[in-house]
């Protein structure tokens, strides 16, 4: 009995630090959300550049003035 307190004891030291599940999954949660985020506005850049690109080739094409 005595070895199953010094087992639970250590295992409750090495894991005290641990967050909680639901600390975990809102911390998760939150994350998830900022990495959405910038992937959405990653596009969105991504797609203001190809259109510039679009419109300089598009004046380079065009004979000089």
């Known amino acids: ?5 010094r087992l639970e004891e250590k295992l409750e030291e090495k ?19 900022e990495l959405q985020t910038m992937r959405e506005e990653s596009t969105i850049h991504q797609g203001q550049h190809d259109e510039i690109n679009e419109q300089l080739k598009n004046l380079q094409s065009q004979p000089p003035i």
């Open 15 to 33: 894991t005290k630090n641990l967050p909680t599940k639901d600390e975990f999954f809102t911390t998760m949660d939150k994350v998830m959300g």
């Open 1 to 5: 009995k005595a070895t199953e307190e």
